[in-house]
Structure formats: structure tokens, C-alpha cells
């Protein structure tokens, strides 16, 4: 399965943003989903994942209240909504697909990453 994530861009403080990450060469349906994100010189850390088959879900704290991991089965796609966007959410976006749930080495499949940045 190839990953491919959209959806970044620019946005002031406050605003949202909604990211996707489509699955192409087979169906995330015995993968967790998961989105990290990494700003410059930090490590690569947890958002939030979705178990494809039941939907249950898992946010960071960090992000809690704010952003909501969902998806849609027949577009074989997953989507992290971001609202009330803060300055220190600036990072790329990474999607993966694995058994998930929190660390990236338990996930074996990335997209390429989609760059947020939001302004002050």
C-alpha cells in the first residue's frame, strides 16, 4: 500500500485546516492510521490513529478537543480535522499505516508528509 497525504498550507492562528491521507494498492482495512508530525529539530511525535476496522480512536493530549481523526471506508481514506490551530502545531504531517498505535516504529508504511504552518 502507497500513502498519499494533502492538505497542508498556511493558516492563521485559530484557523483549521483538514488533512487526508489516501491509501492506493490495497485498503487500510487491517491497519491502524496514524498521523505524526515533526517540526525542525524536534522529533517525529504522535497525534492521533484510528483503527480502520472499528473506528476506534486515540489523540494525543496535545491535541485533544482540537483535532479529530476520522475516516472514510470507500474512499480508502483517513482525515485529521485541526481546529483552533495553534503557532506550535507549524510541522509536517506525516500519515502511516501499521498495527499501530503510538510510536513510529509500530508503523511500516509513511507518506510523504504535508507541511502546516500556522502564523501568530
Known amino acids: 500500500v502507497q500513502l498519499q497525504a494533502s492538505g497542508g498550507g498556511l493558516v492563521q492562528a485559530g484557523g483549521s485546516l483538514r488533512l487526508s491521507c489516501t491509501a492506493s494498492?490495497?485498503?487500510?482495512?487491517?491497519?491502524?492510521m496514524g498521523w505524526f508530525r515533526q517540526a525542525p529539530g524536534k522529533e517525529r511525535e504522535f497525534v492521533a490513529a484510528?483503527?480502520?476496522?472499528?473506528?476506534?480512536?486515540y489523540s494525543a493530549d496535545s491535541v485533544k478537543g482540537r483535532f479529530t481523526i476520522s475516516r472514510d471506508n470507500a474512499k480508502n481514506t483517513g482525515y485529521l480535522q485541526m481546529n483552533m490551530l495553534k503557532p506550535e502545531d507549524t510541522a509536517i504531517y506525516y500519515c502511516?499505516?501499521?498495527?499501530?498505535?503510538?510510536?513510529?516504529?509500530?508503523?511500516?508504511?509513511w507518506g510523504q508528509g504535508t507541511l502546516v504552518t500556522v502564523s501568530s
Open positions: 494498492g490495497r485498503t487500510f482495512s487491517s491497519y491502524v
Open positions: 502511516a499505516a501499521g498495527m499501530g498505535w503510538l510510536k513510529p516504529h509500530m508503523y511500516d508504511i
Open positions: 484510528i483503527r480502520w476496522s472499528n473506528g476506534d480512536t
